[in-house]
């Protein structure tokens, strides 16, 4: 089943952050540590071009750490990109941001304007509410709860916009794209949940086997995917009767567990990966101009 997933308001909010853009002076774009370039939206690296850009990737209590040191370390190869591993909920987290926003803006007689952008339930709302040190944004734990752009003024030196998560039209990238939807970053209609386990069990076979066999009580990680989603089903009770195997009611389990780290500190990629653009990309540009076009009516 090939994953695709982009509602109209997207398109419509795409079209308002070209405008914000051009008044931003430091862009903050929050990415799932576990997945940083696959949750990294290509059109907005477009529209940022050369200005500079604080990569908070969120989530990383739920990341593999030695994996994430080494995304810090390729994204800041960049020219004007600063990256850091947070947990948007952090306290101290708001004066961290501040004082990079400042160091990296141009901007010094009036407050720093910062875009905050990201895919869909990365935690951009939370970071707004934890740097505004109150509620001002909507949180939720479904993606597409804000559905347009807000300013908040911060009164500590910096400024922000809230801006709604955004994907991009065409998720060429099924590997990606079965990462962002492990993730919760893709709407739950848009998939099959029993392919996206599956997914997930393999690369914990790959990269993570003992923390699966540890989380599911397996004696061993051989076989196949689906045998061993079967063995989880049967751990773990899931059975529509007496005998039969709910395979849904598993991979709900299995999604679940690595959504809230219980599966352990899982990373879905490393790098090497394509890099972020320093010079304008003309294959992020055209996705960028095509996105731009999308109508309103763009498909939910």
């Known amino acids: 089943m090939a994953i695709g997933w982009y ?32 949750s990294a ?12 850009c604080i990569v908070l990737m969120n989530k990383s209590d739920l990341a593999d750490g030695a994996v994430t040191r080494q995304w810090v370390r390729h994204f800041e190869k960049s020219a004007g990109v600063s990256a850091l591993p947070v947990d948007a909920r952090e306290s101290q987290l708001a004066r961290k941001v501040v004082k990079l926003c400042q160091t990296l803006s141009p901007q010094t007689k009036r407050a720093c304007r910062a875009l905050v952008v990201g895919i869909p339930n990365v935690g951009k709302s939370t970071l707004i509410n934890t740097l505004a040190g109150k509620t001002v944004a909507l949180v939720g734990n479904k993606p597409a709860v804000t559905r347009e752009t807000k300013y908040v003024e911060l009164r500590n030196g910096v400024d922000v916009w809230d801006s709604p998560g955004m994907l991009w039209p065409h998720l060429k990238d099924q590997t990606a794209a079965h990462r962002l939807a ?11 949940i029993t392919e996206i386990a599956l997914f997930l069990i393999e690369h914990m076979v790959q990269a993570y086997p ?4 540890a989380r599911f009580k397996l004696e061993s990680v051989e076989g196949t995917s689906l045998a061993l989603l ?13 005998g039969d195997v709910d395979f849904e009611r598993a991979a709900h ?13 899982v990373s879905l990629e490393a790098p090497p990966a394509p890099s972020i653009a320093v010079e304008p990309d003309p294959a992020a540009s055209n996705e960028a101009e095509a996105a731009l076009a999308q109508p309103d009516e763009a498909a939910s």
């Open 7 to 38: 509602p109209g308001h997207m398109a419509t909010a795409l079209r308002e952050l070209k405008t914000v853009m051009n008044r931003t002076d430091v862009v903050i774009e929050v990415v799932d540590a576990r997945l940083p370039e696959s």
């Open 41 to 52: 939206n290509p059109v907005l690296r477009e529209l940022r071009g050369q200005r500079p």
């Open 182 to 192: 492990a993730s919760g970053a893709i709407g739950e209609n848009a998939y099959d």
């Open 210 to 213: 003992k923390l699966l066999m």
């Open 230 to 242: 079967e063995a989880i089903a049967r751990h773990r009770a899931c059975f529509i009767r007496k």
């Open 253 to 265: 389990l299995v999604t679940q567990d690595f959504r809230t780290g219980k599966l352990g500190h």
